[in-house]
């Protein structure tokens, strides 16, 4: 029987288990992959916790993003066989399809190819990443090389991603990090400029990075406090992206800034680009195009083994990671 990760109840990382459960054939329009990489996510830690955008059934199942065989095919799947080695994009119910274990099953639409060039676990760390940034700076966004990117929580799986995007284009990147420890790296992997907001003033040095101008497009997952910051280090009619909360605490409304630079205040989520065909084809084709050059490169902080998922949970709410975590199979 393979070994899978479920939870009984919401709670701390120590509620997630190990257990053996009956190996499942799937059903119309699924396929059963023998999981060999899976990548972590802050999403499944907020699922886990009873704090995400839907609740967990118990016992429920979670994760997002693994790679793996494909071992088995239901009835109405085309383009899939057995033996294609494949990597999953978080489309799908986490209670219902959750990828943590050895084998997972989850939906024909949901997984796709990845460059010959990626390992197994460097496949484990695409889709959320990629997809997230791509939607906001690239679909939504309309990047262009004269823009100015200001990335907050940038040492995460996603600001680096963003990061890679910014670059990309052209654009400036300028990262934001809590701590001095993490800018050497943020440097190295791409940033134009780094600021330690635990030592330097947000706005100040948004400012100086942009001779006075701002940042005109912000990529945000903290909210809370920080979004009045925020606010002030924009560019007139520039675009803040909030696409997570990770903050505790309330978020007051920036309404002075909002009103007197006339700026956009922007709700998103992956779900937008994973749940419209023809974004999510964009989406694909430039995240595959952008690993296949080397333009884009998962950046793995670190690995734990499927027996270690507690530990790995732990790990990554300790925010001491730069780059995705990856439980290997």
Known sequence: MPKIVRFHETGGADVLKVEDLPLIEPGEGEVRLKVEAIGLNRAEVMFREGQYLDNPEFPSRLGYEAVGIVDAVGSGVNGLQIGDRVSTIPSFSMGKYGVYGESAIV??????????????????????????????????????????????????????????????????????????????????????????????????????????????????????????????????????????????????????????????????TLFEITKDSEKMARGKSYVYDGLQSGALKPIIDRTFPLEEIVKAHQYMESNQQKGKIVVTI
């Open 107 to 268: 939906p024909d639409f949901a997984v796709a190819r990845y460059p010959d060039n990626l390992s197994p676990v460097e496949g484990a760390a695409i889709w959320m990443q990629y997809l997230t940034a791509f939607g906001a700076l690239v679909e939504f966004g309309q990047m262009k090389k004269e823009d100015s990117v200001l990335i907050t929580a940038a040492s995460s799986s996603v600001g680096l991603a963003a990061i890679q995007i910014t670059k990309a284009s052209g654009a400036l990147a300028i990262a934001a990090t809590r701590g001095a420890g993490k800018k050497p790296f943020l440097l190295d992997v791409g940033a134009n400029h780094v600021i330690v907001m635990d030592e330097e003033d947000l706005v100040e040095r948004v400012m100086a990075f942009t001779s006075g101008k701002g940042a005109s497009t912000i990529f945000d997952p903290v909210a809370g406090p920080l979004l009045e910051k925020l606010a002030e280090a924009a560019a007139p009619g520039a675009t803040i992206f909030e696409y997570g909360a990770l903050s505790p605490e309330p978020t007051p409304f920036p309404l002075f800034s909002m009103l007197g630079k006339g700026l956009t205040l922007r709700g998103y």
